[in-house]
């Protein structure tokens, strides 16, 4: 397999572990990039971007102070967008949103953990895409795509997140200026979080409450300049700054922002689903509140994308890691084995790359639905609509929730050294760990898809027709079950029986507390710990599904031994699940303990099975080292001279004797304090 150059020899465990590799991995990688010509493409791309260095720091980034972490990540910004803007050239819309995903993965040699213009492409952009007419098309994309201006997205405030009918922020039109005039009325009201707000955007989109005619429409979306253009000194009428240091994220400047009576040009408004005409009046379509939710999926679909390429990172450092490392001795007088040979470990790994894959398929399959139902409203058909809120929104919550814990049993199947930085998993994890939250939380995107899943039950045992994501509740509530038989086809089947009773348990609740005297409202709060698990099953049993019919489809005309690979991949997730559902699958199916005891011997089986070729099928995620960032995962396993190599460059080994044993610790020794 080609890979970039290296400055070590290849470690004889990985040279070994690729020898026995049973499949072709190129042809895997290409199966992942969906095509030949997008492998190709990609790489020339990561070579454009990488192979003259330029994403190399003169000193590491965690050595720098939170203010040198920003200049340098504003600096490497500004190389990047050289690379951006020759790649998006053939990036006209979002029928091109692949390159978006290519250009992402490159970004992260540049950063360990994140560019202040990120939310510029993956926020600012799309929403002009899907939010402005063709007439402000015209005027903003020429500016934004040759980065004349620098945007962010600004929703969230300091006192509400995912509740978007609470937001404070004001615009009220004043029609004798033909203004809108934004204004913050609270502390609460500061807009909070945006990334690159606090010192790097001078632009960016602002979700306020409309005001027209004294009548408020609700939220809709703004483009405000904050800062001159020349001087980039925040307008008057602006109050903007960084937020302070965080978890992670730490080389953007995620800021806040507040408006003092402030004032925008009408134009400035999003008015591709709404507008306000120059005398105040407010029109638009019935569907307005559909049409506006396009951008919402769209970046719901980027993050499961983004977060299957995160685990793929993770699961790549931890594979070659564990194939390098020998630890205890189980047979006297027998070498130390690998700890890829210990059943545990595989257990902790092989589940983190078909996690990888089963994600990175939802993320594309999503995709295609997204782009059906935004083709059918525009034809007027908004039918698909609440579907598809329901799957971006389990799918967001559900990937995200999934992933933060893998990477972090990746990081723990690393011992102490995945403990440094420089083992490249904390900053991985810190990354992914944000997504979990932000663009909607994990709680309340599940209670919103299982909104849908209760009508979805009504209608089933109404008769009424229901979309194709949801049609098992017909088999579950005309009474037919499917006996258990342990084949992948019947786990796929239990997950959606185990999905099926769970929303049907939930109505029965509801019902039983309403009946009882509770308002609806009330009874649905009482049931929302049930409402989530549900929820929870829904979309375990549509990736399942999913992941298994993806699988057969893009391997239909793949070599024999990359199909059984593949499918092993497959067979391992929907057992693993099976396993960690064992109460759902005994409640709600036909399995019985012997068939539990089954399931865990063929888990055990694809653990084997899998063992020889799994440094081959994380070679075939194709990352390469400068996207890693990982003394522990580099393609060349030289894993104890990267890691000393890394502990030469901390500052406090530039000098034999540091200042403070002068200060402090001779005195100390001495009595003399």
């Given at each position: 397999?080609?890979q ?19 499949f ?9 990039d ?15 971007a990488?192979?003259?260095g ?10 720098l ?15 990047f967008?050289?690379?951006v ?5 053939e ?6 949103f692949?390159n ?24 600012f952009?799309p ?6 007419t ?7 994309l ?7 201006i ?5 929703q ?13 922020t ?9 203004e809108?005039?934004?204004h913050s009325p609270?502390?609460t ?18 979700v306020?409450q ?12 703004f ?8 001087t ?5 009428g ?11 994220f730490n ?6 922002l ?10 400035n ?21 559909k ?5 919402m ?34 047979k006297?007088n027998?070498p ?11 257990h ?31 034809k ?13 929104s ?32 904390p ?7 944000a ?6 939380d994990?709680?309340?995107?599940l209670?919103?898809?299982?909104r849908?899943l ?5 209608q089933?045992?109404a ?15 005309s009474?037919k079950?499917?006996?258990w ?5 019947g786990i796929?089947?239990?997950f959606?029986e185990?999905a099926?009773g769970n929303?049907?348990?939930c ?5 039983n ?9 009330d ?7 049930q ?9 375990r ?7 298994k ?56 089986e ?10 081959g099928?994380?070679?075939a ?6 996207i ?7 393609y060349d ?21 540091n200042?403070t ?5 001779k ?7």
């Open positions: 397999m080609s970039n150059k290296t400055i070590m020899e290849v470690n004889q465990e990985l040279v070994k572990e690729r020898a026995k590799c049973n072709n991995v190129l042809e895997v990688t290409h199966i992942l969906g095509g030949e010509k997008n492998t190709l493409h990609r790489k020339k791309i990561e070579s454009i990488l192979d003259e330029a994403y190399k720091d003169p000193i590491p980034e965690e050595y102070s939170p203010k040198e972490k920003y200049e340098n990540a504003v600096r490497k910004s500004c190389l967008c050289k690379i803007k020759n790649a998006l050239t990036f006209t819309g979002l029928e091109h692949s978006f995903f290519v250009l992402r993965r490159t970004a992260d040699a540049f950063f360990k953990e994140i560019s202040p213009f990120l939310l510029h492409l993956g926020m952009l929403t002009i895409l899907g939010q402005c063709t007439e402000q098309q015209a005027y903003w020429p500016r934004v795509l040759d980065i004349q620098i945007g962010t997205y600004a969230t405030e300091l006192g509400h997140g995912t509740f978007i009918r609470g937001l404070e004001t615009a009220t039109y004043d029609p004798e200026t033909e809108f005039v934004l609270t502390l009201s500061y807009k909070w979080w945006a990334g690159g707000l606090g010192k790097t955007v001078n632009y960016c989109i602002v306020a409309l005001y027209t005619k004294g009548v408020c429409h609700g939220t809709h979306l483009i405000v300049q904050i800062r001159d253009e020349e980039h000194m925040p307008l008057p602006i109050k903007v700054g960084e937020i302070g240091a965080k978890m992670g080389t953007a400047d995620n800021g806040y507040a408006f003092d009576h402030y004032r925008i040009p009408r134009q408004m999003m008015m591709k689903n709404a507008q306000v005409l120059k005398d105040g009046t407010y029109v638009k379509p019935d569907s307005h509140g049409l506006t939710y396009g951008t999926v769209l970046v719901r679909v980027i993050l499961v994308n983004e977060v299957a390429f995160n685990l793929a990172k993770a699961c790549t450092i931890a594979t070659r890691y564990s194939a390098v490392r020998r630890q205890s001795q189980p006297p027998e130390e084995p690998q700890i890829l040979d210990y059943t545990t470990q595989q902790k790994l092989f589940i983190c790359i078909a996690t990888a894959h089963a994600l990175q398929l939802a993320s594309a399959w999503l995709w295609k639905t997204f782009n059906a139902v935004m083709s059918d409203m525009k007027g058909n908004t039918d698909s609509l609440p579907e598809l809120h329901a799957l971006s389990c799918l967001k919550a559900l990937s995200t929730s999934d992933v933060t814990s893998l990477i972090e049993q990746c990081r723990y199947s690393c011992g102490g050294h995945g403990y440094m930085l420089c083992s490249g998993l900053n991985i994890y810190s990354f992914v760990t997504t979990r939250t932000y663009e909607g994990y709680t309340i995107l209670l919103q898809t299982a849908f209760v009508k979805a039950y009504e089933a045992e008769g009424t027709p229901v979309t194709p994501t949801v049609l098992y509740l017909i088999e579950f509530v009474g079950r499917t006996p038989d342990g084949s992948p086809e796929i089947k239990s959606q185990i099926a929303i049907s348990s109505v029965k609740s509801i019902r507390r309403m009946s009882s005297g509770l308002s609806f409202e009874a649905w709060e009482l049931t929302t710990i409402l989530v698990g549900a929820a929870e099953a829904h979309c049993a549509v990736i399942s599904d999913t992941y019919k993806e699988i057969a489809r893009i391997t239909a005309s793949s070599s024999t031994n990359v199909k059984i690979v593949m499918e092993q991949l497959v067979n391992l997730y929907l057992h693993y699940w099976a396993l960690n559902r064992t109460g759902d699958l005994l409640r709600y199916s036909s399995i019985s303990g012997e068939d539990v005891a089954n399931l865990q011997m063929k888990y055990e694809l653990l084997t099975l899998i063992r020889p070729n799994a440094v099928l994380v070679d995620f194709d990352l390469r080292d400068e890693l960032h990982s003394a522990l995962g580099s396993g030289q894993v104890y001279k990267r890691l000393f190599a890394e502990a030469l460059k901390s500052p406090l080994n530039q000098e034999p004797v200042e044993f002068h200060k402090y610790l005195p100390t020794m001495q009595g003399k304090l």
